[in-house]
T-cell receptor, first 113, second 115 residues
Framework: EPEVTQTPSHQVTQMGQEVILRCVPI?????FYWYRQILGQKVEFLVSFYNNEISEKSEIFDDQFSVERPDGSNFTLKIRSTKLEDSAMYFCASTPFTRETQYFGPGTRLLVL | AQSVTQPDIHITVSEGASLELRCNYSYGATPYLFWYVQSPGQGLQLLLK??????LVQGIKGFEAEFKRSQSSFNLRKPSVHWSDAAEYFCAVGPIIQGAQKLVFGQGTRLTINP
């Protein structure tokens, strides 16, 4: 069964450094998403992406964040200058054309020191 | 504003006992409704979903959920839990509209199984 994959599974970085989180959505899916889950808190929507542009973004998704689909398979989330409060689990998700069900990857745990 | 409430942060049940996890939502209309499960160190796995039709939906691993419009609830049930059901369970809602749809998640309920 096709799955969403994410790399790396864990990343530790210093405050102020740039990080890129990578996702490979399910191959025939068209809509892509990033969510995050700060330890002990809800899973929160960050951004959705369709047809090479952002469809919707939350107030969390400020200028420090960007997303890109650099090729036909990868979907990336970049954090330009990480802050301590960016420490969280980041989930990628994708949906097919029908948009009904989002399939999530295993997540990347980011720790900012 | 859209919101999802899972009143129980932590539930402990004995193996073989029945289970009900509560979920209430606040929404302008009937949304799409989902239950996801997150095992330790794992991602979010879809258990089941409700879009329309029969208000009792069946999912994987023996789970079911019932949509009650009058109570704005979508409670998850299992008649007999197994030790492998220990995990965090998330209720989520999504809008039935055109375009990419963000999900709004509840706080999650952590399920512990006693042997």
């Amino acid at each position: 069964e096709p799955e969403v994959t994410q790399t790396p599974s864990h990343q530790v970085t210093q405050m102020g450094q740039e990080v890129i989180l990578r996702c490979v959505p399910i191959s025939n899916h068209l809509y892509f998403y990033w969510y995050r889950q700060i330890l002990g808190q809800k899973v929160e929507f960050l951004v959705s992406f369709y047809n090479n542009e952002i469809s919707e973004k939350s107030e969390i998704f400020d200028d420090q964040f960007s997303v890109e689909r650099p090729d036909g398979s990868n979907f990336t989330l970049k954090i330009r200058s990480t802050k301590l409060e960016d420490s969280a689990m980041y989930f990628c998700a994708s949906t097919p054309f029908t948009r009904e069900t989002q399939y999530f990857g295993p997540g990347t745990r980011l720790l900012v020191l | 504003a859209q919101s999802v409430t899972q009143p129980d942060i932590h539930i402990t049940v004995s193996e073989g006992a029945s289970l009900e996890l509560r979920c209430n939502y606040s929404y302008g209309a009937t949304p799409y409704l989902f239950w996801y499960v997150q095992s330790p160190g794992q991602g979010l796995q879809l258990l089941l979903k409700y879009f329309s039709g029969d208000t009792l939906v069946q999912g994987i691993k023996g789970f079911e959920a019932e949509f009650k419009r009058s109570q704005s609830s979508f409670n998850l049930r299992k008649p007999s839990v197994h030790w492998s059901d220990a995990a965090e369970y998330f209720c989520a809602v999504g809008p039935i509209i055109q375009g990419a749809q963000k999900l709004v998640f509840g706080q999650g309920t952590r399920l512990t199984i006693n042997p």
